[in-house]
C-alpha cells in the first residue's frame, strides 16, 4: 500500500483514508479467476443482477401500490393502466421473480454437477441455500400482494400448512395471519416482509460473495487452482463473459415481458381475491411446483410438511452427504448418471405438482419424493465406495495423468 | 475429453430444458383448461406484431354498451380510455354523459350528476348484492379483465358467447340455467346474449352472433390489456438492442479471450 496504483488525486486521496478503490480493484479487477469456467458460471452474476433489478422495480411499484384488501387489486390495475410505463414496471417485477428462479435453479444444479460444495465452499454452498430459502419466503408473500383469487388461496393453503404443528399449530396460524383468516393484517405483514427481505437476501448474498472470494470460483474440472497460470483476471475476461451471458439473459427475459407477459402467471390471479369462491385447482407459482408435489405425495399433513421443508434441509448438509473427494461430475461416471436423473426427478415432481391430487398422480409423486430423498440421503454417502472415478488432470492448464480409482483420487488431494 | 463432456453437458440441459418449457405449458393449459377446446381463431391481435382492429372495437363496444352493459360492469375501464380505440374527446364526453354517477353536493346532499370522461365505467348495478339478487343468485362478473382472466381468454370468450346450443335429450337443465356447450359444466347462469341483428352496426356489417361475439372480444381484450400495442411495439425496439447488444458483446468476449485460448 505504499505506492498508490490510482492516478486520480481524489481517488488516491480517498483510498488511503477509506480503501474501497483498492478493494473493487482486488475483488472486481485483479480478482484470479479459473480460466476454464464455461456459460454455467454466468448464472451467479445473473442471479445478482435479477435480484438488483427485483429491487428496484419493487420500489417503484410499492410506491404505486395500497396494501389493503379494499384496494390491492384495484391498486396492482391502477399501475397497469394509469401510472406512467407502469405495465412495463409490473411485468418485468413479475416475470422477474419467474426468471431470477430459472437462474437460480440453474445455478444450483450446477453446482450440483460441479461438485461445488465440497470442501472448502461449505459455507459458501450453506449461504446459497440460505439466499434460496429467503427467496422462497419473499416470492410466497410478493405473490399474495396483488390480491388476486391465487394470491388468496395460494395464502390460505401455505399459511395453513402450519397448523400441522402438534399442539401450538392453530395458534401459529392465527399468529401468522394476525387474525382467524387471511386478511387485511396478513396482507398488510406480508407487504411489510416482502419489502424488507430482499435487503436481507442482498446482505447474506454479500456474505456469499466473501465466501466465494476466499477460494474462488470452482471450475468445471473441480480441481484446485495451482498457480497464476490456471487463472486469469476477473476483469476483462470474466467482465466482458458475464456482459455477454447478461445480453443473452435479457433477451429472453424481454420476449417473455414484451410478448407473453402471462404466460407464466395463473388466469385466476387476474379475478379479485373474494373468500366465498374457491378456485377449482389451487396451484402455486411454477416454481414452487416441484415442493408441493412432495408436500402433497405424503398423506400425512405434518409429514408432508416436513418432508418439503426436508428437501430444502437436505441441501444444506450436503456437502457432509457427499464423501467424495472428486468435485467434478466429469470423473464421476456414476454420479454424472444419477446427477441427470435427479434432474428429471425434480422436473417430473414440478410437473406432478400441477396436476391435480389424484389416481396415478400420487403414485408418481411418491416415487419421485422417495428418489430425491434416496439421491440425497443414501446414494450420495455410498457412491464414493462403489465408483471408480477417472483420472484427474494435474492441474487446468496441464494435460490428464496416471491412475483412476477412488484411492488415487483420494491420494491426489492428500499430496497438494 | 474434457472438451468433449462439457459439450455433452450443454447439449443434454438445452434438450432437457426445451422439453421443461414444453411440459410447463402444456400442464399449464391442462390444469386451468379443463379439457374443453374452443375454435382457435386469428386474432388481429394475437402474435407479436398482432395490433387491435378499431373498427371491430368500435363495434365491439357497442355490443358491450348495447347488450353487455345490462348486467356486466366494467368498473376498472374509465370513459376517457376510449380514445385509444379511436374516439375523439366530443364523442367520449357525450358517451360519458349518457350515464350518471352519484356525488355529494355543497348541501351535502347526494345528487345525481351526468358522468364525465374521468370517471370509470358505471356499473349497472349498485353493488354485488343487488347484481346477484337481479341475476338468480348468479353474479355477472366485471368485464374489465375478462380475456385475462381465463385461459385462452380470447378463444374462449367467443367460443362461450356462439356456444349456446339445445341440451342434450338427458341433461337436465333448471330453471334459470341455460346449456351452453363451452361452459364447463355446460350450465351457464347467463342467457343467451346475441342474437341475429341483436344490434344495428352504424357501418352496415352484418350482425350475426358470430360477428358480435368477434367485436366483443377485441373490445374486452383491448379493455383487458390496454397497454398490449405499445409494449409490443417497444418490445421491438428493445429486442432489437439487444440483438445488437449480445452481437457486440459476443464478438468482444471472443477477441478480448483469444489471446487465451490460442496458449
Not at chain 1, 471450475?219 to 470474466?238: E, L
Not at chain 1, 477417472?390 to 492428500?414: D, N, T
Not at chain 2, 391481435?45 to 363495434?59: K, M, P
Request: aromatic share 16%; glycine share 8%; proline share 6%.
Amino acid at each position: 500500500m505504499s505506492k498508490s496504483k490510482f492516478k486520480n488525486p481524489v481517488v488516491k486521496w480517498i483510498d488511503h483514508r477509506l480503501p474501497v478503490f483498492s478493494f473493487m480493484d482486488h475483488e472486481l479487477n485483479h480478482y484470479p479467476t479459473p480460466k476454464n469456467l464455461n456459460y454455467f458460471w454466468n448464472f451467479g452474476s445473473l442471479a445478482g443482477f435479477a435480484l438488483v433489478t427485483m429491487i428496484i422495480t419493487g420500489i417503484v411499484l410499492s410506491m404505486n401500490y395500497t396494501a389493503h384488501v379494499d384496494y390491492a387489486f384495484d391498486s396492482v390495475e391502477r399501475i397497469m393502466r394509469d401510472v406512467n410505463h407502469g405495465w412495463l414496471i409490473r411485468y418485468i417485477h413479475m416475470n422477474g421473480a419467474s426468471f431470477f428462479f430459472i437462474v437460480v435453479y440453474i445455478h444450483i444444479f450446477r453446482g450440483l454437477y460441479y461438485g461445488s460444495y465440497k470442501a472448502p465452499r461449505e459455507l459458501l454452498w450453506i449461504l446459497g441455500v440460505l439466499i434460496l430459502l429467503l427467496m422462497m419466503a419473499t416470492a410466497f408473500m410478493g405473490y399474495v400482494l396483488p390480491w388476486g383469487q391465487m394470491s388468496f388461496w395460494g395464502a390460505t393453503v401455505i399459511t395453513n400448512l402450519f397448523s400441522a404443528i402438534p399442539l401450538v399449530g392453530e395458534s401459529i396460524v392465527t399468529w401468522l395471519w394476525g387474525g382467524f383468516s387471511v386478511d387485511n393484517s396478513t396482507l398488510n405483514r406480508f407487504f411489510s416482509l416482502h419489502f424488507v427481505l430482499p435487503f436481507v437476501i442482498v446482505g447474506v448474498v454479500i456474505l456469499h460473495l466473501v465466501a466465494l472470494h476466499r477460494f474462488g470460483s470452482n471450475n468445471p474440472i473441480g480441481i484446485d487452482v495451482r498457480g497464476t497460470q490456471d487463472t486469469v483476471p476477473f476483469s476483462p475476461y470474466y467482465t466482458i463473459k458475464d456482459l455477454f451471458g447478461l445480453s443473452v439473459f435479457l433477451s429472453f427475459f424481454a420476449a417473455a415481458v414484451f410478448f407473453f407477459p402471462n404466460f407464466m402467471g395463473h388466469p385466476d390471479n387476474y379475478i379479485e381475491a373474494n373468500p366465498m369462491v374457491t378456485p377449482a385447482h389451487i396451484v402455486p407459482e411454477w416454481y414452487f411446483l416441484p415442493f408441493y408435489a412432495i408436500l402433497r405425495a405424503v398423506p400425512d399433513k405434518l409429514g408432508g410438511v416436513l418432508f418439503m421443508f426436508g428437501a430444502i434441509a437436505v441441501l444444506f448438509i450436503l456437502p457432509w452427504l457427499d464423501r467424495s473427494p472428486v468435485r467434478s461430475s466429469q470423473f464421476r461416471p456414476i454420479f454424472k448418471i444419477f446427477f441427470w436423473i435427479l434432474f428429471l426427478d425434480c422436473i417430473l415432481l414440478g410437473y406432478l405438482g400441477a396436476m391435480p391430487a389424484e389416481g396415478i398422480y400420487v403414485i408418481l409423486s411418491r416415487i419421485a419424493t422417495a428418489y430425491y430423498f434416496f439421491h440425497f440421503l443414501i446414494l450420495f454417502p455410498l457412491l464414493p465406495y462403489i465408483e471408480k472415478t477417472k483420472p484427474l488432470p494435474i492441474s487446468i492448464s496441464e494435460p490428464v495423468l496416471g491412475g483412476g480409482s477412488p484411492a488415487s483420487a483420494f491420494a491426489m488431494r492428500e499430496k497438494k | 475429453m474434457i472438451k468433449g463432456s462439457s459439450c455433452f453437458f450443454s447439449n443434454n440441459i438445452l434438450k432437457l430444458l426445451f422439453s421443461l418449457v414444453i411440459i410447463c405449458s402444456s400442464n399449464l393449459s391442462l390444469a386451468a383448461g379443463e379439457k374443453i377446446s374452443y375454435p382457435q381463431l386469428n386474432w388481429t391481435f394475437s402474435g407479436i406484431l398482432g395490433t387491435f382492429d378499431r373498427a371491430s372495437q368500435q363495434r365491439g363496444l357497442q355490443v358491450y354498451k348495447e347488450v353487455c352493459s345490462g348486467c356486466h360492469g366494467m368498473r376498472l375501464l374509465a370513459y376517457r380510455n376510449l380514445k385509444s380505440i379511436g374516439y375523439n374527446d366530443d364523442e367520449i364526453k357525450a358517451f360519458a354523459a349518457e350515464n350518471s354517477v352519484n356525488t355529494i353536493n355543497d348541501d351535502g346532499e347526494v345528487v345525481e350528476r351526468p358522468a364525465r370522461p374521468s370517471d370509470k365505467f358505471v356499473s349497472p348495478y349498485p353493488n354485488d348484492k343487488a347484481a346477484r339478487a337481479a341475476n338468480g343468485g348468479a353474479y355477472p362478473p366485471d368485464l374489465s379483465l375478462i380475456v385475462k382472466a381465463r385461459a385462452d381468454g380470447a378463444n374462449y370468450l367467443h367460443a362461450l358467447l356462439t356456444g349456446y346450443v339445445d341440451a342434450p335429450a338427458e341433461k337436465k337443465v333448471p330453471d334459470g340455467m341455460y346449456y351452453n356447450k363451452y361452459y364447463s359444466g355446460n350450465l351457464i347462469g347467463m342467457p343467451q346474449p346475441l342474437y341475429d341483428d341483436g344490434v344495428e352496426y352504424a357501418d352496415g356489417t352484418k350482425a350475426t352472433p358470430d360477428q358480435m361475439a368477434k367485436d366483443v372480444t377485441a373490445f374486452l381484450a383491448w379493455a383487458s390489456e390496454p397497454e398490449m400495442e405499445d409494449r409490443k411495439q417497444l418490445g421491438i425496439s428493445v429486442m432489437l438492442f439487444l440483438l445488437l447488444l449480445t452481437a457486440l458483446s459476443y464478438f468482444a468476449m471472443k477477441q478480448i479471450w483469444a489471446p487465451i485460448k490460442n496458449q
